[in-house]
């Protein structure tokens, strides 16, 4: 069984055990990918696997059979980084980073949810084919990424800066 991870094709260790985070960490040292809780609750683990922003710490290695994985790694190309991760700078949107990599790839992931019409608990129309980009969205949607140096008002900046356009 393989995966792809930013890219390059990678085997999948034969132990069901070993959940992604272990596997991008510990495997293939990927250290981008933070654990915070190792439990669902932080979104420090948050990766994309399909385009998907998904917990790295609850899903197994052996379910990604086939996907495609991309890791905070993987935004960056030739030593140019992605426009959020600029934007995360410019705007202040980390202290200590240890949530940060958790936070930009849900962000990206959350802008695919809100071009696909996926509502929050917020989205007061439910039927609609896009859902409008605002904070309060953007508060909510992101609220499963915790950030314990209290960087979200400079999170939601950035998020904000850079996705305001796109996401209508
Ligand atoms: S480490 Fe996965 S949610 Fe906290
Ligand atoms: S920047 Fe430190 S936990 Fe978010």
């Known amino acids: 069984m393989t995966m792809t991870v930013n890219g390059n094709t990678v085997s999948i260790p034969n132990d069901p ?13 990927l250290s981008g990918t933070k654990k915070g809780c190792n439990q669902g609750a ?11 922003r998904v917990l790295s710490c609850l899903t197994l290695a052996v379910q ?19 426009p959020l991760q600029q934007a995360f700078i410019e705007h202040d949107g980390f202290q200590c980073g240890y949530c940060t990599p958790g936070q930009i790839c849900s962000a990206i992931g959350m802008l695919e ?17 896009v859902v409008a980009f605002d904070r309060d969205e953007v508060r909510e949607r992101m609220s499963g990424n915790l950030c314990r140096c209290g960087a979200h008002n400079g999170i939601v900046d950035a998020i904000e800066d850079v996705f305001r356009e796109a996401a209508e």
């Open 64 to 82: 990604c059979s086939e996907r495609d994985i991309t890791t905070i790694e993987g935004l960056s190309s030739d030593g140019v980084l992605h």
């Open 42 to 52: 932080c979104g420090a683990c948050t990766v994309l696997v399909d385009g998907q």
């Open 113 to 129: 949810e809100m071009r696909r019409g996926v509502p929050s608990q917020l989205t007061g129309d439910l039927c609609a084919e």
């Open 17 to 29: 055990r070993v959940s992604l985070l272990d596997f991008l960490r510990e495997h293939l040292h």
